[in-house]
């Protein structure tokens, strides 16, 4: 079976929020772990390769993101798509930028788009601006972000400073009125010389039509919102089928837990909701950095409360919290030291008889993957939007009945914790 769809995705959780909304409009689909060394698996309508590339030096994220198309490229895939996050998450170095130029070079493509819209998640562009809710960019939560604060909202700005192509805009007028009149837009914009086009979009309606307007560009780029205008290309070519079980996961067994790392406002909140009802332990940095066997004591409280689950293991605190911590120790120390610490913790649950497993925040979802050693995850049933349930795939093992969900630290509602279980029963 041909693969139609080859996606690159810059951090773990960016990958299962894409390969969620493939697999909700009905494309049957694989997160891969890091660039794979075998052929790619059968059955499968789309690929998705998670990378963890989007706080990498810009070079680093170019050599890697590069190899992942290579092998997709061995697929035969029909179509690329680069994700990255809803809210843009780069510097003015990169990541964006000089990755999607590297992927269009090696396309031989002479125009793709951005728009990292999401709606659903309260992500919109409206003349090229980058809205959160009802707050600009520039001036919501992500402009305290640690390590890629996001202090513009113009996103035809903020692409160009890392590209050498000219950025233009396809503004909610030509949006608006539909695939055609968006397909005429690109086709305008090429023929002024602009290689890239941030596109506006505030609804699904809208997602929908863009999707449309891109069937034939062979790199599409942008958030996880407008995949769901994609697979109905597809539909049209004849190359896919109306399936109803590209969801189905199998038997869930095991017991349930936590494990949030990221600091954003919608996990603050989440971490304080569960801790109301459930069990909560606290990793500190600065006990980690002042020497104490955290991990140690992380999984002795866990061994005497896990019966009481789900238990909650948070290293998420307040962006003021977050700022000392990281005078005293350095971002990029502080960051590692945690992020190791709650990987060696789930390993630990995992003897503990853990089965279901949340984990908050992308490069802590990274540090859990790889420290379980899974080299992929089977796409299942959607918790809330950009958040699915999945089943991991070992590199070195037969037991495939660990689900867990991979949460970008911004999605999810006040209640995510607490009711994302009743989502795989």
Known sequence: MAVLLGCIADDFTGGTDLAGMLVKSGMKTIQLIGV???????DFDAIVIALKSRTNPAADAVEESLRALQWLKKQGCRQYYFKYCSTFDSTSKGNIGP????LMKALNAKFTIACPAFPANKRSIYKGHLFVGDELLSESGMRNHPLTPMTDSNLV???????KGKVGLTDYTFVKGGASLIDQRFADLQKEGYQFSIV???SDADLYSIGAACADLSLV????GIAIGLPENFRKKGLL???EDANKLGAVRGLKAVIAGSCSLATQEQVRVMKEKSPAYFVDPISLFDGKDVVAEALAWASENIAKGPLLIYATSAPDVVKSIQEKVGADKAGEMVEHALAQITQGLIKLGVGQLIVAGGETSGAVVKALGISGLRIGPEIAPGVPWTKAVFEQSDNESLVLALKSGNF????FFNEAWDYIQ
């Open 36 to 42: 794979p060394t075998e052929p790619a698996p059968d």
């Open 99 to 102: 990755v999607t130029e590297t």
């Open 157 to 163: 700005r903020v692409l160009q400073a890392q590209v």
């Open 200 to 202: 506006d979009a505030l």
């Open 221 to 224: 780029t942008g958030g996880s």
């Open 241 to 243: 089928k109306i399936t």
């Open 412 to 415: 999810g509602g006040p209640q």
